[in-house]
């Protein structure tokens, strides 16, 4: 099916998208389907944006929008019911949807920033005790510095997160950029194979790597009990204040001794660091101490800000997909079925993202769809685009 969309190019990220969302090859039976496929995903990525939780919720805003819809796809057989969508996301391999959502990002935003953090995250509401099935766990490579969701990777049955980093590595364009990972990806092949594509990488040391976490956590004491001396340690600290709240931030990076086995086992290593957080909190005091181990050169500065980027994936990513999309209270639980979901929500939150028309919120942004539909097409851009 022809969109008009297509012939006009553009670099605008929202008809990109919808062109590549147009090219997914259609999974079902050939000539035994009522709807076309990027008919049923156009709506989906719509009413995801305006607010849509579920299949219902599709449904019934394609059919609150229908005669704005018809101006740009045909909907040869009218609006497609909540059943045939949801079919339809059980039908499509999660990977197709995932390649979309890196070959699009990859497209309208090239330079992204120097961190990409890589992190895990359960859908909760896709678990059933019932069925005596545990939550779809999916990793996510994130841009911290530009808050976009470069791709995803769900954890397969009876695997984990690090088969999941080791199949979404390989997708992302790794050179000039620092890859953060927490301790489950702290691995010599994971690190191996950052260093191969042209990146470096900053992970976390505990006590799933305990003889490693033990000789970085040993030498930083020493040297400490030492004064740093002959060890040309960089450090830095900063110190935040804000909603009541004191937290002090302290980094200490060493490059890597050569007489430790369990260190130089790593590819590229050339440093070590420790990083203190002391948090102050209406009189209340709460330490953490971690040990990494990175390629990058021992520059404190730069750590910490790298650390901090890291664990800014909560707030710019897991949180946001929880309170403005309502992931965890999604009940899907069909495996390929949440999978697709959740990247439909993903794209609906880089293409806010990237607006920058407006400065509301992300909810506010979400809202904003649901209430003017002249905002939404525009995001995508298919207003003023004319009529078939």
């Known amino acids: 099916m022809l969109l008009i969309f297509e012939l006009?190019?553009?670099?605008n990220p929202g008809i990109i998208l919808v062109q590549k969302l147009s090219r997914i090859e259609d999974p079902r039976v050939k000539g035994r389907c009522d709807h076309a496929l990027v008919d049923i995903l156009l709506i989906a990525l719509c009413a995801t944006m305006a607010g849509a939780e579920g299949w219902d919720d599709m449904e019934g805003w394609a059919e609150a929008n229908e005669a704005r819809l018809r101006?740009?796809?045909?909907?040869?057989?009218?609006?497609?019911?909540?059943d045939t969508i949801r079919r339809v996301f059980e039908a499509i391999d999660p990977k197709r949807l995932e390649a979309v959502l890196l070959e699009w990002i990859g497209h309208v935003c090239p330079t992204l920033g120097k961190v990409i953090a890589i992190d895990g995250k359960a859908m909760r509401g896709s678990g059933s005790q019932v069925r005596g099935q545990r939550a779809l766990h999916v990793v996510s490579a994130y841009a911290s510095e530009a808050g976009l969701v470069l791709g995803q990777q769900r954890c397969e049955e009876k695997s984990n997160e690090i088969t999941a980093i080791r199949a979404l590595?390989?997708?992302?364009?790794?050179?000039?950029?620092?890859?953060?990972?927490?301790?489950?990806?702290c691995q010599t092949e994971i690190a191996a194979h950052i260093i191969e594509r042209g990146g470096d990488y900053l992970l976390n040391a505990k006590d799933n790597q305990p003889k490693l976490a033990q000789s970085v956590e040993e030498f930083i004491r020493i040297g400490e009990q030492?004064?740093?001396k002959n060890l040309k340690s960089s450090q830095f600290e900063t110190l935040d204040k804000g909603h009541g709240r004191l937290e002090t931030r302290r980094c200490v990076a060493l490059?890597?001794?050569?007489?430790?086995?369990?260190?130089?086992?790593?590819?590229?290593?050339?440093?070590?660091?420790?990083?203190?957080?002391?948090?102050?909190?209406?009189?209340?005091?709460?330490?953490?101490?971690?040990?990494?181990?990175?390629?990058?050169?021992?520059?404190?500065?730069?750590?910490?800000?790298?650390?901090?980027?890291?664990?800014?994936?909560?707030?710019?990513?897991h949180r946001c997909l929880d309170v403005a999309f309502r992931e965890d209270a999604s009940a899907v639980h069909l495996r390929q079925a949440a999978a697709n979901l959740g990247v439909m929500r993903k794209l609906a939150l880089n293409i806010f993202r990237l607006d920058t028309s407006t400065k509301l919120s992300l909810?506010?942004?979400?809202?904003?769809?649901?209430?003017?539909?002249?905002?939404?097409?525009?995001?995508l851009g298919l207003q003023s685009i004319g009529q078939i």
């Open 8 to 11: 006009r190019a553009s670099m």
């Open 71 to 82: 101006q740009y796809v045909q909907l040869r057989n009218g609006i497609p019911g909540h």
């Open 169 to 185: 590595l390989p997708n992302l364009k790794l050179a000039g950029c620092i890859v953060t990972i927490d301790a489950m990806g």
């Open 226 to 228: 030492h004064a740093w």
């Open 255 to 317: 490059p890597v001794p050569d007489y430790i086995p369990e260190i130089k086992c790593w590819p590229g290593i050339k440093c070590i660091a420790r990083i203190e957080a002391v948090r102050e909190s209406h009189g209340k005091i709460t330490s953490e101490v971690r040990y990494l181990i990175g390629s990058m050169r021992p520059d404190a500065q730069a750590i910490l800000n790298a650390t901090r980027l890291h664990w800014g994936v909560e707030n710019g990513l």
């Open 363 to 379: 909810p506010r942004k979400r809202k904003h769809a649901a209430w003017k539909p002249d905002y939404l097409f525009d995001l």
